[in-house]
């Protein structure tokens, strides 16, 4: 009996009919970087299609379940108190560790692809790593690095391509390129839907510097400005195509703690000399995190395929909360137990209502809740570590 060909020697056969027939695209997941190792991360790999559906807003929350399965890789990298989603980076099927430890001759770079590593070189802005609180860009095919230095105002360079090793950076000279803000006040930052487009929004740290809303076009290496004011997201926002709007976690007060919300998408370039007034923006309706405030860390929005989103939020596990409060001076002689991070992970579609609200589409929901443990004394990441790639 003839032997049946596999679909993929079927794809890959020759002839006018095989090669109009679409490439098979790669099945994307939700990749977590976690500091439950001693030496460093473990990535962490799972399959959003998998989590159990929600009956809606009523549904009770899962219980929280241990990683059963091993990581699909481990990185050394020095644990980060704060601000540790700064120092991991995505670009193309790649996540890089930034900060892989000051005994490391260059930076970790695994291909979620093939989950193989490879190593980048330092940026040549932060050789001697006298930089604070980098920011960090994918944007038409380059990743993008931006920095306070010692002994400057801002550095910049990017890595173009990122595919396959050999990794070469090319620094950004020309004042035009080099960012007008102080990188370290970074509040969020949104791709344009052209592709090229990057629009970062910062704040001001010194007396007499204004905040502002800025955009790069990645092409010509040009920044612009355009305004005094702020985009209203807090860490990446995300270009939804139904909604014809930026999508991100809101920021600035506390009137949009734990909600979404969407803003009208900015012209590219602003007219010579002239700023643009803010953007308009509604506020999600749905509280979707942030319910224990005592307990939450922090938060990250990842935009999947077909308009979905994921949000996962990290969090202190609710029995640990003794361990929190305890009084200092017991703690010196009898340390409480290490907490545990729990990280709630649901999906969702976004929609405007008949009376123009953002809402979360029920019907799509999904969750799933899981639980590790800090294998250190640090005080570890506050916002979790996630990418969909």
Not at 25 to 30: A, E, S, T, W
Not at 99 to 111: F, K, Q, R, T, V
Not at 287 to 304: I, T, Y
Not at 322 to 338: E, F, K, T
């Amino acid at each position: 009996m003839t032997k049946r060909k596999s679909s993929d020697e079927r794809c890959s056969a020759g002839g006018d009919g095989a090669a109009k027939r679409p490439a098979l695209q790669r099945k994307q997941h939700l990749y977590l970087v976690l500091d439950d190792w001693e030496r460093g991360y473990s990535v962490r790999r799972l399959d959003v299609h998998a989590f159990d559906s929600d009956a809606g807003a009523g549904a009770a929350d899962p219980p929280p379940e241990l990683f059963t399965e091993p990581p699909v890789a481990r990185i050394e990298a020095e644990h980060a108190m704060r601000e540790s989603d700064r120092r991991f980076v995505s670009h193309g099927t790649r996540i890089f560790a930034m900060d892989p430890g000051e005994g490391s001759p260059a930076i970790p770079a695994l291909d979620t692809r093939t989950l193989g590593l490879s190593v980048c070189p330092w940026p040549p802005s932060s050789s001697n790593r006298n930089y604070v609180l980098p920011f960090f860009a994918s944007a038409a095919g380059k990743l993008f690095v931006f920095t306070d230095d010692t002994t400057a105002r801002a550095a910049a360079a990017y890595l173009a391509g990122g595919d396959r090793p050999p990794y070469t950076w090319t620094a950004m000279d020309a004042r035009a390129a080099r960012p007008p803000f102080f990188t370290s006040q970074v509040t969020c930052h949104a791709m344009h839907p052209d592709g090229r487009t990057l629009f970062v929004s910062a704040g001001s740290r010194r007396k007499g510097h204004r905040s502002g809303t800025f955009s790069l076009d990645t092409d010509r290496l040009e920044w612009t400005r355009h305004g005094d004011w702020l985009l209203p997201f807090s860490g990446e926002a995300h270009f939804d195509a139904k909604l014809e709007a930026w999508v991100g976690l809101c920021g600035g007060g506390t009137a949009g703690a734990g909600r979404l919300c969407s803003c009208d998408v900015l012209a590219p370039v602003a007219a010579a000399g002239f700023t643009s007034p803010p953007p308009s923006w509604k506020l999600g309706e749905d509280e979707l995190f942030r319910r224990n405030p005592e307990l939450h860390l922090g938060a990250k929005l990842v935009h999947m395929d077909h308009g979905k989103f994921c949000l996962v939020e990290h969090m202190f596990h609710k029995d640990d909360e003794h361990g929190l409060r305890s009084d200092r001076v017991n703690a010196r002689y009898c340390p409480p137990p290490r907490p545990r991070r729990v990280l709630e992970i649901t999906t969702f579609g976004l929609k405007y209502n008949k009376e123009g609200q953002l809402r979360t589409s029920t019907l799509q929901r999904a969750r799933a809740c899981k639980m590790y443990k800090l294998p250190h004394d640090a005080g570890g990441s506050l916002k979790p570590l996630a990418f969909w790639l």
